[in-house]
Every structure is written in structure tokens, then in C-alpha cells.
């Protein structure tokens, strides 16, 4: 099923569009830190012909620990995004914990993203939708593809028609994570551009200890498996050590390793959309 595209910043999302990639740290650290990743995401995805946008968390506010690392606070965070969509001339997106965030950071972001965990959250999703910007949500790990309808209804209570939904695994059992890939188009049967967040997908919930572990060993064939059903973008986190990251290095990816992975889906990609 194709829907109709969402419009976010100077690009387009869906409508049987090239597959977007929604990239960037888990967490921001400091400008430097993602200034240098976002030049060389801008680089990859220019040489590929890949429309970007810049992915970066201000606050992290579900970690598993109260010690883990959390970001640089709204204030902070906020002004990094804004200096990297300046530079670069990208799309920023970040993640809103509560609603009274929402306003200020409507200010910098072009999609406002509600963490998987908060998709049910009312009053959260009606600012998300009153600030008039786009709307990512995450479905929770607890929840049902077509349960997702609730979901998009209470953002288009407010008016807003410009929703997306991500897909990033579901609980199966403890400290762990399954993909089924028919929720990918049972979301866009709601009339939703559809995500798939491949990182997020091969985390081990809680399975480090006093943090997340992960498995990026399987991104690539998720990501093959969920762009030859057919998405509108993809969701990467991304670090140039990762294991050295604060945040979800385990099931973040390699900057080195982007260009040779994305090649093969740019031809997947278009094979399934050239045959819709």
C-alpha cells in the first residue's frame, strides 16, 4: 500500500519516494562529537543520492540505570540540533518525554519523536500533535501493529495529519527483542509512512546489566528484510567507535561500515517500489 508523502523539512517521506535514513548518535554529547557525524553522514548519503535526516537524543529518560548517561538536557541538546540543521542544511529529530517539552522543542525539530514506551500517552501525543510539526511514534515493545490506530486518532485529534510510525521490535520474553515484519504493513494500512528502526530492533533490553545490551551483527539482514517489504525509511543509530559510545553502543552501527551497507538497499529499494 502506498500512502502519501509527509513533507519534513526540504524532503519527502513516503509516497513511493527512495527510502529516507533517519540517522545519528543514541545520545548527543557535545557539539563536536556530533558535528563530525553528521559531516560524515551528510557525505555517505550525498554520495548515495539519500535523503537524511539527523537523529540525536537530548535526554534519555528510560535508561535502565539512574547512573547510565542521559545527554546534555533540552536546553543543550537542543542548541546542538539547531547548529547541525543550520550547518548541514538537514532535518533534525529528537526524542520528547513529556508534554510540557513539546513547545520548546518545536522551536529546533522537524518530526517530534514519542519513545516507544510513551506511544500510549495521551496527553503527550495531543502536544506532539498540536505543535504542528511532524509526529514519529514508536510502537511499543507491548504493542499490537493494529492497535497503533489508537495511537494515530488521539495525534489527529488535534488536527494534525502529518504522523509516522517506527517499528523497533517487540518483548519476547526476557532481555529480548523479535521483528515481525507483517506489522510493517499493517502500519501503513493506518495511512502512515512506515519506519523500521533496525538498531532499536537487535537491542537486548536490560541484557547488560545495569544497561541495554545488542546484536548489530543482525541490522543488515533486518534492514535487507524490511526494505524488501517496503518501507519509507530507515532508522539507524550510528557512532564512529561504538563501542565506546555512552549510549547503546552495542546495537549502534560503525560510521566506516554506512556506505557498504546502504548500497544493497538503494537496489532493493528500487526493485520494490519500481514493482508497486
Known sequence: ?????????????????????????????????????????????SRLGINLIFK??????NRTSVESFRGPGIEKGLDILARIKEEFR????????????????????????IPAFLCRQTDLLVAAGESGKVVNVKKGQFQAPWDMQHVVE??????????VLTERGTSFGY??????????????GLGCPVVFDATHAVQ???????????????VAALSRAAVAVGIDALFWEVYDDPDKARCDGPNSLRLDDLEMMLRPLLDIDSMVKNDA
Open 1 to 45: 500500500m502506498r500512502v502519501d508523502a509527509v513533507q519534513i523539512g526540504n524532503i519527502k517521506m513516503g509516497g513511493g519516494q527512495p527510502f529516507t535514513l533517519i540517522a545519528g548518535p543514541c545520545v548527543l554529547e557535545d557539539l563536536d562529537r556530533a558535528r563530525s557525524i553528521a559531516e560524515s553522514l551528510v557525505g555517505t548519503c
Open 56 to 61: 540525536g537524543s537530548y535526554d534519555k529518560a
Open 90 to 113: 538537514v532535518p533534525v529529530i529528537s526524542d520528547v518525554h513529556a508534554a510540557h517539552e513539546v513547545d520548546v522543542a518545536a522551536q529546533v525539530l522537524d518530526v517530534i519523536q
Open 154 to 163: 488521539k495525534v489527529k485529534s488535534t488536527g494534525n495529519t502529518d504522523i
Open 175 to 188: 532481555n529480548n527483542l523479535v521483528v515481525d515484519m507483517r506489522s510493517l504493513p499493517i502500519m501503513r
Open 204 to 218: 537486548l533490553p536490560g541484557g547488560g546489566g545495569g544497561c541495554s545490551g545488542g546484536q548489530r551483527e543482525y
